[in-house]
């Protein structure tokens, strides 16, 4: 759906009808401008009311420039987030000798971290559709600062395990809703082009975190690796609070209030009511919406997998290859260059693939589809187990030469970004301005699996063998493979028959 489609409707604070103002705006309206009962105010059910395309206040319309500093901050935002939930790994036998914990206990401060991940977006994606995109990033940021610096400094194991959970708790802001930012400032056309910073911090700071802390870890300890992390993600938390509200619908509001035609306070008790249901709302999506359900399911998965060949690294390298720390650090290079190269193609090959399905839609007489997006997607579904089976029956052999399994790492890193790159911008284009919902559901239930990984991958890898175990995980991506192509036959179909996707027919 292009810009004119999903929002020429949707009226200007100017053109609000008369009938609207004089019950004083309903509660719903007050509070997050969505209209579900009032006529000719909105397309689908429920989906709030915003600025109109053609508004100069519309972050849409603003400069190139500015919409992309924006984007910047906002996407390093978080990297600061991905980079300290993997950073911690290269301190665990410190801090084990530091606190007097088995592996198994510290290792809980990369899953309680990654734990934070599902908990978060359930209340601070609704939240960011309920009162805007700032004042859940001011408040978030000063959480994920505060926190930070109290693992640095905690005085124990179970104050450190508590901190990290609510840094991943206050920090899962960024990497939920600054797609649903995204969303707020590009045209379907553009956001492409916008998403692949973010999917590039997203990923790449799994890789990043071994790769630096290795060295900050051998050369000033794990105090200093703790307090790299808080000052990285307080330096961006502060830019971070400083920039500009995006969520349309809470710029409309802030233009009634100007004008003077802010509805009266209603009781607590319909306030609390519309938190309630949009709360549930992330809850109501992955449950209901086969859409995000199998999306949900598809990406769980694989964010799992990946969190798991993170362990794999750990028995080949050092275990099985005799590498030293720093020089393990450095095979996280090899992640880092297959989302590089990801970017590089997403921004070419992926941008005229998109274009392409888009005029093939417009040629047909009807708005460009959601589906559009999925053109790399397929090839991602398909490099995925490949890469895995290599790394499988190569990495465990030291006769094999080191850069085999790097090779196969590359391929895995890029087919993740080309698989996350599509999807993501899928989820927004459903459903536009309820996309923080959508994207909480799909990042509470990655989170969820991701957490979980590391707890018995190790074990697994040590049971299993690497050949076993990552042909396991190689097994697995293999029955998803085919969720992409699902959503090219039936996606049109699923959002029929969804209450809250916005249908181009």
């Given at each position: 759906?292009?810009?004119?489609?999903?929002?020429?409707?949707?009226?200007?604070?100017?053109?609000?009808?008369?009938?609207?103002?004089?019950?004083?705006?309903?509660?719903?309206?007050?509070?997050?401008?969505?209209?579900?009962?009032?006529?000719?105010?909105?397309?689908?059910?429920?989906?709030?009311?915003?600025?109109?395309?053609?508004?100069?206040?519309?972050?849409?319309?603003?400069?190139?420039?500015?919409?992309?500093?924006?984007?910047?901050?906002?996407?390093?935002?978080?990297?600061?987030?991905?980079?300290?939930?993997?950073?911690?790994?290269?301190?665990?036998?410190?801090?084990?000798?530091?606190?007097?914990?088995?592996?198994?206990?510290?290792?809980?401060?990369?899953?309680?971290?990654?734990?934070?991940?599902?908990?978060?977006?359930?209340?601070?994606?609704?939240?960011?559709?309920?009162?805007?995109?700032?004042?859940?990033?001011?408040?978030?940021?000063?959480?994920?600062?505060?926190?930070?610096?109290?693992?640095?400094?905690?005085?124990?194991?179970?104050?450190?395990?508590?901190?990290?959970?609510?840094?991943?708790?206050?920090?899962?802001?960024?990497?939920?809703?600054?797609?649903?930012?995204?969303?707020?400032?590009?045209?379907?056309?553009?956001?492409?082009?916008?998403?692949?910073?973010?999917?590039?911090?997203?990923?790449?700071?799994?890789?990043?975190?071994?790769?630096?802390?290795?060295?900050?870890?051998?050369?000033?300890?794990?105090?200093?690796?703790?307090?790299?992390?808080?000052?990285?993600?307080?330096?961006?938390?502060?830019?971070?609070?400083?920039?500009?509200?995006?969520?349309?619908?809470?710029?409309?509001?802030?233009?009634?209030?100007?004008?003077?035609?802010?509805?009266?306070?209603?009781?607590?008790?319909?306030?609390?009511?519309?938190?309630?249901?949009?709360?549930?709302?992330?809850?109501?999506?992955?449950?209901?919406?086969?859409?995000?359900?199998?999306?949900?399911?598809?990406?769980?998965?694989?964010?799992?997998?990946?969190?798991?060949?993170?362990?794999?690294?750990?028995?080949?390298?050092?275990?099985?290859?005799?590498?030293?720390?720093?020089s393990f650090g450095l095979t996280y290079i090899a992640l880092g260059l297959g989302f590089g190269i990801a970017c590089v193609v997403l921004g070419t090959a992926g941008q005229i693939l998109y274009e392409k399905g888009a005029a093939a839609d417009t040629a047909q007489g009807q708005p460009v589809q959601p589906e559009a997006r999925l053109g790399l997607p397929y090839l991602g579904a398909i490099i995925s187990p490949v890469s895995l089976f290599m790394f499988a029956w190569t990495a465990p052999f030291p006769s094999v030469h080191w850069v085999v399994p790097c090779i196969a790492e590359a391929l895995f890193a890029f087919s993740m970004l080309l698989i996350f790159t599509g999807f993501i911008p899928?989820?927004?284009?459903?459903?536009?301005?309820?996309?923080?919902?959508?994207?909480?559901?799909?990042?509470?239930?990655?989170?969820?699996?991701?957490?979980?990984?590391?707890?018995?991958?190790?074990?697994?890898?040590?049971?299993?063998?690497?050949?076993?175990?990552?042909?396991?995980?190689?097994?697995?991506?293999?029955?998803?493979?085919?969720?992409?192509?699902?959503?090219?036959?039936?996606?049109?179909?699923?959002?029929?028959?969804?209450?809250?996707?916005?249908?181009?027919?």
């Open positions: 759906m292009t810009m004119s489609d999903s929002e020429a409707g949707l009226p200007h604070s100017n053109n609000i009808p008369d009938p609207l103002r004089a019950r004083g705006v309903d509660l719903e309206v007050e509070l997050t401008l969505t209209g579900s009962r009032v006529d000719d105010m909105v397309k689908p059910a429920g989906e709030p009311l915003t600025l109109t395309a053609d508004d100069p206040e519309n972050p849409r319309n603003w400069s190139s420039i500015r919409r992309m500093t924006i984007n910047f901050i906002l996407t390093l935002w978080v990297l600061t987030l991905t980079y300290s939930s993997t950073a911690y790994v290269a301190s665990i036998p410190a801090l084990m000798q530091r606190y007097n914990m088995s592996q198994e206990v510290a290792i809980l401060g990369v899953t309680l971290t990654v734990f934070g991940f599902a908990a978060g977006p359930l209340l601070f994606g609704p939240a960011s559709e309920l009162f805007g995109r700032q004042l859940v990033y001011r408040i978030c940021g000063f959480g994920f600062t505060a926190f930070s610096f109290g693992a640095a400094f905690a005085p124990n194991a179970s104050s450190l395990l508590i901190f990290r959970f609510f840094v991943g708790f206050f920090g899962s802001a960024s990497i939920n809703n600054v797609p649903a930012s995204i969303g707020d400032y590009t045209t379907p056309l553009e956001r492409g082009r916008y998403t692949i910073s973010y999917a590039l911090f997203a990923f790449g700071g799994p890789a990043l975190g071994p790769l630096a802390s290795a060295f900050i870890q051998q050369d000033a300890g794990f105090q200093w690796n703790l307090r790299v992390m808080a000052i990285f993600c307080a330096v961006l938390s502060i830019l971070v609070a400083l920039a500009p509200e995006t969520h349309g619908p809470t710029l409309l509001k802030w233009r009634m209030a100007k004008e003077g035609k802010t509805p009266p306070r209603q009781d607590f008790g319909k306030v609390m009511s519309v938190f309630k249901d949009a709360l549930a709302r992330p809850i109501i999506y992955l449950f209901t919406e086969p859409v995000v359900m199998l999306i949900s399911l598809y990406l769980s998965i694989l964010y799992g997998i990946l969190y798991g060949f993170f362990e794999a690294f750990t028995v080949v390298y050092l275990e099985i290859r005799g590498f030293r720390d720093t899928y989820l927004i284009d459903c459903y536009q301005m309820t996309a923080a919902s959508a994207l909480a559901a799909g990042m509470a239930s990655r989170a969820m699996v991701g957490s979980v990984f590391p707890l018995f991958t190790l074990q697994m890898y040590n049971s299993l063998t690497v050949q076993g175990a990552t042909s396991l995980l190689a097994g697995i991506a293999c029955l998803l493979a085919p969720i992409p192509f699902i959503f090219k036959v039936y996606g049109r179909r699923m959002r029929e028959r969804s209450k809250y996707t916005v249908v181009s027919n």
